[in-house]
């Protein structure tokens, strides 16, 4: 049971170049959250999906966009990456109230 | 406005002697709080939550945590720390009746031999 699964692990990106996040999930949770995570602070969310088909924006979405086809992936888009994206990026599920799991993150530079 | 305020962001302590790491919180109803763990280059781990059940909360690894509602605290301890508890620990609430996780900037727990 892989749980939730995100690639890259790491990845530089020069100013203006767009990427995709990639995070997947096995267990069949209908929430999934993208959060990320700047130097010395706490988790922000970025976007969140109550299920296939639909996604709603959190606290810090400029610059970014989602989509969620399917109930496994949840793909997170840089479209014109700024030095401002430098962070850690992590996926997240939701299953009943509380139980909350995270993936072991992409780690992004912008240069 | 809800929030989270982790005391202190680093804490150093011996092995085998006790750990506090401090959490207070504010938030307009009763909330649900959670610590995670966080070792270098890892996700996050759930150590405990509280949900409004019993105030007093067993999680894993030997840490528990007491909700204070008086003093709007959730500090996290352990009788006993070991050299792998070294990580960061995030306090983080999540309001009443929302979707949405609130993190405190977290505490970088360094345990020495």
């Known amino acids: 049971n892989a749980g939730v699964t995100q690639t890259p692990k790491f990845r530089i990106l020069k100013i203006g170049q767009s990427m995709t996040l990639q995070c997947t999930q096995d267990m069949n949770h209908n929430y999934m959250y993208w959060y990320r995570q700047d130097p010395g602070m706490g988790l922000k969310l970025i976007y969140y999906s109550v299920g296939a088909g639909i996604t709603d924006k959190g606290e810090v979405p400029n610059g970014y966009n989602v989509s969620r086809s399917t109930t496994e992936d949840f793909p997170l888009r840089l479209e014109l990456a700024a030095p401002s994206q430098t962070s850690v990026y992590f996926c997240a599920t939701r299953q009943g109230a509380y139980g909350y799991t995270f993936g072991s993150g992409t780690r992004l530079t912008v240069v | 406005a809800q929030s989270v305020t982790q005391l202190d962001s680093h804490v150093s302590v011996s092995e085998g002697t006790p750990v506090l790491l401090r959490c207070n919180y504010s938030s307009s109803y009763s909330p649900s709080l959670f610590w995670y763990v966080q070792h270098p280059n890892k996700g996050l781990q759930l150590l405990l939550k509280y949900t409004s059940a019993a105030t007093l909360v067993k999680g894993i690894n030997g840490f528990e945590a007491e909700f204070k509602k008086s003093e709007t605290s959730f500090h996290l301890t352990k009788p006993s720390a070991h050299m792998s508890d070294a990580a960061e620990y995030f306090c983080?609430?999540?309001?009443?009746?929302?979707?949405?996780?609130?993190f405190g900037t977290g505490t970088r727990l360094q345990v020495f031999p």
């Open positions: 983080v609430v999540r309001p009443y009746n929302t979707d949405k996780l609130i």
